[in-house]
């Protein structure tokens, strides 16, 4: 943020209790601060405040504030308008992987903001079609899936056309280096370090390999079902679009748009630790 | 078969021309020879012969045929009479996994079984329930998932009331060793000898492990969704039934019922080979 | 034990203090008991006791004592006399897998064992020849690998000579259900329950397959190297052969004799937790 | 190659007759188009050649013919001296990985780059020290494992002095996009596209972890064994250095150096089949 932030968004999730107790501390801390704040409509009746409530997609604001986990953030994340404006994520307790800051620390952290002290970290997001069909970007990955679980698909894989992947699989994730500590880790992915800039395709349990593949970010990855299947395309987990049971195509590439996220401390590797280590270990 | 065959069952791929003509051209075969042939009843109309059109779960006979893939075989176990009566698996040219002959040698099978000279190929199923309710047999395997692809469940698994499995996970596959060849294996599992008489349970993309567990055949497992969410229980690929949004229970143990393929030669790790190798390979 | 004690054999680690001095109470904690205390001669002018010093392959007691960790016991199990007496494993506070008391624990642990009060629980081990020369008995596994690390093998594996595996991999690991939670499962292979009475192959960092196979206990599994290299055979981690640079034959098979320990509780899948599960989890 | 060659260096196999008899002939047919010959002193006796006979780290040549299989390549590149000429790899029959052409295709390929008509692909390169101690540059890999097979070290992995991954393993791998399909991909590895430029981390066989690291060019990676035991430090599988018994520290970053090929078709996924799929895919 090159300026001072004058007004603010919060989204938090409207079935916590907690959440929403903390949403209103905050917008009351806020605006006493003099910002002007706005709340997602889904928490009208729910926080009292005196914040105006817009839809997510109209929360123009300097910075939002996410109260919830990283479900939270993705969801947001599919729906803000563009250029998104910076994320201060903060959770219920528990530590998510996307979350920064622990409900006791918000005020503390919001006052650094309110100086113009805070790194911002931009996150590359994915841009896919199906079927010719655009659908919201994603920050974590990309899924095609058959209709229903367990259900297997056949598909051909391609990066910049040339086939790459043939899979008879539950199905495939593409994901962006935030992602591969996600979906993608559970299937058998890498991890990707955060300053990088590729795009890391996982099968989901496949008969066919069990390899994964990182690419450059500009390649433009396109799947084709092979044998007409109903399908499924899934964004961030959220976002779901069902194709028709025909021979399908889905492409996704580097989107232009980014998310970004205030953070005050850069500990990946830290926050990775209960994601890559067995319990036994030292 | 003790006694040499009087009647026989025959079953078919009805959405496949070449498995059609071939139920026909068996059928013929076997009422000159002096069987009684009974049909599926989905083939009548579908296949010309002088048989009886019956349902599925009325063909007692004294073996059966199908004609298709290891889908068709799959379907017709979860349906036929106890004690289920022998399977000649014909496949349609492509060698499946479970079938034993091709279109063109299968009369010369049919003759051998006539003089009563086959060898009966027993496989163990698993019984399964899901709150409370009875679900058909498994000869391959029970999977317990999300009621949505990619969905991540919560589940605690047991064995004889020992907890030995946390899983934040797309689901869990409990798999026969006939099984363990199948879906077990695309989600990292271990190939179990045919001769074997245990239960292997896989995870499905679990984020807290990737380990597959070998049990004893005696064991009882039972899978709890620890958080409510919809859930899926799919027996053989074939058979499903959703779960509500609750905390679920599904138990899963050997059966007393087993399936019986007619056999002539051993040859299960040559089938195999597709299964296990990378296609470099020598 | 059918009978009370009245002998017992001591081994403990010579290159840890606290073992020796635990060697030391105990072994006068049993001489006041009345029990004729032996001890393995390595320890000797280390331990100081009343008991007779003797190699360890002559410790033909009653039941012995091991004081170190999973290592110990491997050793000892090598070259213990046959039929091995029943061990009861002490641990020096890190609890390992094998092991099963604490030192603090140990006294009362005996008094329970001087009662008559304890149960013995047996594991099969593989009986392995390599070139035609026979090996010690493996508790956990035989290993077969290229001479030096990271170099490849081609191996053809056959189960009763029936070939099921080909490999061009760092070497193949052959793990009785006991070991299956060591190497083998730092592998890549499947936890075997201990009721099991299995053998488990799994490759290591083979480029031409990723399965692990389990075959009945009475399989004979033989590995024969097809390209002339300089192997290495090993036994338990401890015991090892090498191999010269020809086309090498190694056997393996279920010995007729077995390891048994002396056990109050069974805990299996509770030791096995951290080497299942990531830290992240719940 | 920006102007025509004039020289040429060549380096073969010589244990292998083949690859003797083409290096000569290679040598004769160069020789007459006018080009000067120098072969790899290892070859003097064994092909009848005019050119001159020096040692691999001499020959400062235009460009460089390999023939044998992708060990020749590892091997040479090892010692060529810096900058590196590019490499014509001709292979025996077999198409390795990284070889372009097969013996008959060989003199037409060099009619086409004596006309200055070849692609150069540039590959980068590891540089690896040890205990303060530089090693040669790598292009596929460094390996830092135990001294013996199958022996367990304990292992701390920073990159640019963070901690990522701490290991109890039979080893790690630090491999190169050119390296990721060879021993990485064996130990679990992804795939990485030949255009990234990242540095690829891989634990083989460990107990505590099964994740593969994907970082940028840029970064350090500094594997310290955190207790003393016989270390090997393996680079390109073929330059082999051992470290004493003590708390040992390897470093490896991205070399200044490039290994340089001549292509004439880019068909790296299409090579790549072979170590993807499973040989019953489609």
């Known amino acids: 943020m090159q300026n001072l932030p004058k007004t603010v968004g919060i989204i938090a999730r409207y079935d916590k209790k907690e959440a929403l107790t903390l949403a209103t501390e905050l917008s009351e801390y806020l605006t006493k601060r003099g910002l002007e704040v706005f709340l997602e409509n889904t928490l009208e009746g729910k ?17 939002i504030i996410t109260i919830g986990g990283d479900g939270t953030i ?58 010719g069909e655009n659908l919201p970007d994603a920050l974590n990955d990309v899924v095609v899936s058959g209709g229903e679980p367990s259900k ?50 996982t099968p989901i ?24 299947k109903d399908m499924l395309v899934l964004v961030d987990g959220n976002y779901r679009i069902s194709l028709p049971s025909k021979c399908s195509s889905v492409t996704v590439e580097q989107s232009k748009e980014v998310s970004s996220f205030i953070r005050f401390k850069s500990e990946f590797y830290g926050r990775l630790q209960g994601r890559l280590f067995f319990k036994g270990t030292g």
């Open 205 to 228: 349990c496949s008969l066919t390999t069990v390899r994964s593949m990182v690419f450059p970010a500009n390649s433009k990855i396109r799947i084709e079902s092979v044998r007409p």
């Open 47 to 63: 926080v009292k405040a005196d914040g105006k409530f817009v839809p997510l997609k109209d929360l123009k604001t300097d910075f």
């Open 74 to 131: 993705l969801r947001s994340c599919l729906s803000l308008p563009k250029p998104e404006p910076p994320i201060l994520a903060v959770n219920m307790g528990v530590r998510g992987f996307l979350t920064e800051v622990g409900p006791k620390d918000a005020c503390g952290v919001l006052d650094k903001i309110l100086k113009g002290n805070a790194h911002i970290e931009k996150c590359s997001k994915l841009k896919a079609s199906a079927n």
């Open 152 to 201: 297997i698909v056949y598909l051909q894989v391609y990066k910049d056309d040339v086939p790459v992947l043939s899979l008879e699989a539950d199905g495939i994730i593409v994901a962006t280096q935030t992602g591969s500590t996600g979906y993608s880790l559970s299937a058998g992915g890498p991890v990707l370090d955060p300053k990088l800039d590729v795009i890391v395709v």
